[in-house]
């Protein structure tokens, strides 16, 4: 088992993330899942914390990853659950089982869209969420994270 990670928050991307950059650029922008995991752990240092960021394509990996920061006593989540936001009954309930402190992040503005995109199970289970701001979003959840859990920037 690892060890703990309590200096640790998960960044978690779902379905389809991986192709950002190339992926409808016009909707997602042109910036890659590493320019979003880089803007993750420069932010995370930022408040003396890791970013441990992970991507699946599969519903069941991406529980396992919620499970495993459970078992690392990591200090938060923030996740892009992507198409699972709208279908995933399991990863709202494994959110909730875990009880750390979840923030929602979506490239885009999902209420803008599709009305199947309009609702998210995944954002029942967080303290807030954050849609339209491009990958600017995971910076702000970041920030958003550390002040919940009354982590200040440090010097």
């Known amino acids: 088992m690892a060890e703990p990670a309590t200096d640790t928050i998960l960044?978690?991307?779902g379905?389809?993330?991986n192709m950002l950059g190339t992926r409808e650029p016009e909707t997602y922008g042109h910036a890659t899942l590493a320019d979003v995991e880089?803007?993750?752990?420069?932010t995370a240092a930022t408040f003396g914390l890791k970013a441990d960021c992970r991507q699946s394509n599969r519903e069941g990996e991406l529980i396992d990853f919620i499970h495993e920061a459970h078992?690392?006593?990591m200090k938060g989540i923030i996740i892009n659950a992507g198409g699972y936001s709208h279908t995933s009954i399991a990863l709202h309930d494994a959110l909730l089982a875990v009880q750390?402190?979840?923030v929602e992040v979506h490239v885009t503005n999902i209420h803008a869209r599709e009305s199947f995109?309009?609702?998210s199970y995944t954002a029942?289970?967080?303290?807030a969420s954050l849609c339209g701001f491009g990958i600017e979003g995971y910076r702000l959840a970041?920030?958003?994270?550390?002040?919940?859990?009354?982590?200040?920037p440090k010097a």
């Open 100 to 102: 750390i402190p979840t």
């Open 124 to 127: 029942r289970a967080a303290f």
């Open 38 to 42: 880089a803007l993750c752990r420069e």
């Open 71 to 73: 078992r690392r006593k």
């Open 117 to 119: 995109r309009h609702h």
């Open 142 to 152: 970041i920030q958003g994270l550390a002040a919940k859990l009354a982590i200040k």
């Open 15 to 17: 379905p389809n993330l």
């Open 11 to 13: 960044v978690l991307n």
